[in-house]
């Protein structure tokens, strides 16, 4: 039977599963809407046990099979995978513009180019994975990153391609088959990627696209006894539940659950570079895990560096992503654009100042103003929970102690930016600041061999260069004796 599709941008996706090398539909479908201008992107097969039960059967089928292909031979087919990508970069960026807002120029030049490199980086990172030895005066020890199995990836709407990639990337290079369960609210860059990867030469069941609503597929898929990791991109609240269903299993789960990020600016910080990143906070509508959110300056330059901000963000144009001068596009959704301005509507009801911003844009139904609130005080729910719109509070510190225990003052720990004209006092902060990333005098640099996570709520275990290998691994130690072998054995 053909599978159900839909031309999105003028590209054909499928709106259907990809299990084990074939389309494979639902009977229960879920309607998807671009939150560009509420456009209908067609309706989704919303997985259910059946389908979860299909995409991990047959993920177990192709494992074996891809782990014996160990990094090397795995390494010409992912090469492949990541080219395809990058092939189609006009589509995949077209195709997530419309499905999630976000904007097009950033997919284009900055997500799918960053997707294709996920894929090869780790598949080249691979090759070198077994070379490590630790000698002891009575063995060597060999330690081996073995694959471990099917991994499921679970992943957000606010950058899926990208993000879906930075975990099938380790996980396939790893010699682990994959399911991955794209975010209801976009879920059509991911169809790409599957088509992608079967066109790259990836053996069925390698990689499984299993769609659907969190509560059903990804719920089917995480209880599934036979995974051996899950990899989870989303909400603290997300996490628990399924950290539940990790726990059953004793199966290993990476999380990255989002932030509420300060950004420090110092005193003796290039306050304008400061300035236009701060205003770049709002990019995207302010839907980055890794935005820094809470805006605290030094209170010696506050009113000097406030004029600034304000002048850079009254540069920054509210309207369709599609556009190449946009910078702040739609919220995802009418139930999150609620959400956004149940969190601003409270503020304003607690006594907060609002700068500016504060309501609907008038680009459209989703858009939402950059708002910028003062007046507001450490505990106060503004300034301690993850908004995720384009929303950033402004606190003023009087000295280093002071912007640390500010930094610091949530539950939270994703990442940090700080803007400071002093090598040594960046570095007193930096040092003091709970954060997985820390960024001085930048922002938004990944390293892909660099470690990436949270700390606190922000999420558990790092990813990245040889910590994702750490994670996506079964990692053994074969401990041999030295000088038990009377002569060396000829490779197998
Ligand atoms: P967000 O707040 O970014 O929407 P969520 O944590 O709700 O984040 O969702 C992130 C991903 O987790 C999505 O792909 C969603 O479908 C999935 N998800 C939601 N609930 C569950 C669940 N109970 N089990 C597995 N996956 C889930």
Redesign the pocket.
């Known amino acids: 039977m053909a599978d159900k599709r839909a031309v999105i941008a003028g590209v054909e996706v499928s709106l259907d599963h990809w299990i084990d090398g074939q389309r494979v539909g639902s009977a229960e479908r879920f309607a998807n809407a671009s939150p560009i201008d509420g456009a209908d992107l067609g309706s989704v097969a919303a997985g259910g046990a059946a389908e979860a039960e299909m995409a991990v059967a047959a993920a177990a089928k192709a494992f074996p099979a891809w782990a014996a292909l160990g990094p090397k031979g795995r390494l010409p087919i992912l090469k492949r995978f990541a080219e395809g990508i990058l092939a189609r970069a006009n589509d995949i960026a077209a195709v997530e513009t419309a499905d999630n807002g976000s904007l097009l120029a950033g997919n284009l030049h900055r997500m799918v180019p960053r997707a294709a490199q996920n894929i090869s980086f780790f598949a080249e990172w691979a090759l070198g994975l077994n070379d490590h030895a630790i000698d002891h005066p009575e063995v060597v020890n060999n330690v081996r990153y073995d694959p471990a199995g099917v991994a499921a990836l679970?992943?957000?709407?606010?950058a899926?391609f990208m993000l879906t990639t930075w975990k099938v990337g380790p996980a396939l290079a790893a010699g682990n088959t994959a399911v991955i369960?794209?975010?209801?609210?976009a879920p059509l860059s991911c169809s790409l990627l599957a088509d992608i990867a079967h066109a790259a030469g990836l053996p069925p069941g390698v990689l499984n696209v299993l769609q659907?609503?969190?509560?059903d597929?990804?719920?089917a898929?995480?209880?599934d006894a036979r995974l051996a990791r899950i990899s989870?991109?989303?909400?603290?609240?997300?996490?628990r539940?399924?950290g539940q269903?990790a726990a059953r299993t004793i199966t290993p789960m990476s999380s990255e659950?989002?932030g509420k990020s300060p950004f420090i600016v110092c005193g003796d910080a290039d306050l304008d570079a400061a300035a236009q990143t701060v205003a770049g906070q709002y990019i995207n509508a302010g839907q980055v895990c890794l935005a820094g959110t809470r805006i605290l300056v030094e209170a010696s330059v506050a009113t000097e560096f406030l004029a600034k901000v304000r002048a850079a963000v009254g540069q920054m144009t509210v309207g369709d992503p599609r556009l190449p001068t946009t910078r702040v596009g739609p919220l995802?959704h009418r139930e999150?654009f609620a959400r956004v301005a149940g969190f601003v509507d409270r503020a304003r009801a607690a006594g907060a100042d609002l700068l500016w911003g504060g309501g609907r844009d008038a680009a459209g139904a989703l858009y939402f103003q950059p708002t910028m609130f003062a007046g507001v005080g450490p505990g106060d729910e503004i300034a301690q929970d993850e908004v995720?719109g384009p929303v950033l509070t402004w606190q003023t510190f009087a000295d280093d102690a002071e912007a640390i225990r500010l930094a610091n003052g949530t539950r939270y720990g994703l990442a940090g930016t700080l803007f400071c004209g002093n090598e040594a006092r960046a570095m007193r902060i930096a040092e003091r600041v709970v954060a997985g990333t820390l960024w001085v005098n930048c922002f938004f640099v990944r390293d892909l061999a660099a470690p990436f996570g949270g700390a606190r709520i922000s999420g558990i275990g790092r990813e990245g260069g040889t910590h994702s290998f750490d994670f996506y691994c079964d990692i053994k130690n074969i401990a041999v004796r030295k000088g038990s072998f009377a002569s060396p054995g000829s490779p197998s």
Do not use: Q, R, Y
């Not at 369960?181 to 609210?185: I, N």
């Open positions: 679970i992943t957000p709407w606010n899926p369960k794209p975010p209801e609210w659907g609503i969190g509560e597929a990804g719920d898929l995480v209880n989870f991109t989303g909400s603290p609240e997300t996490a539940i399924i269903a659950l989002g995802i999150h995720f």
